[in-house]
């Protein structure tokens, strides 16, 4: 199983950044869940948002509601995270990760009940 992440990037406070992770080597079922996770420097890491592989059930943490949507693309194992209106605290190396399943809107913001991860792409946001 492989996760690769890409699209990070500088950009400055305000601007926008699309992340992709391409999955390959597994099958997801309906309730296979994909997520992205996020670790500043010095903090822990955080769950940011993520999509259930089937039907509309997308989550997201409280300090990008509004600003960031994650989607994704069955055909292509895909999971796309946009993000706009970029904040300074935005800065961090961002992971995307499978949970197999059976995922709940509870487990998927708990990293540990992840199976897969992939290398993370770094977001730095200016000021």
């Known amino acids: 199983v492989q996760l690769q992440a890409s699209g990070g990037g500088l950009v400055q406070a305000g601007g926008s950044l699309r992340l992709s992770c391409a999955a390959s080597?597994?099958?997801?079922?309906?309730?296979?869940?994909m997520g992205w996770f996020r670790q500043a420097p010095g903090k822990e890491r955080e769950f940011v948002a993520a999509i259930f592989w089937s039907g509309d059930r997308t989550y997201y943490t409280d300090s990008v509601k509004g600003r960031f949507s994650i989607s994704r693309d069955n055909a292509k194992n895909t999971v796309t995270l946009q993000m706009n209106s970029l904040k300074p605290e935005d800065t961090a190396i961002y992971y995307c990760?499978?949970?197999?399943?059976?995922?709940?809107?509870?487990?998927?913001?708990?990293?540990?009940?992840?199976?897969?991860w992939g290398q993370g792409t770094l977001v730095t946001v200016s000021s």
């Open positions: 080597g597994l099958t997801l079922g309906s309730y296979s869940a």
């Open positions: 990760a499978i949970d197999k399943g059976p995922a709940t809107g509870v487990t998927v913001g708990i990293g540990s009940r992840y199976d897969y």
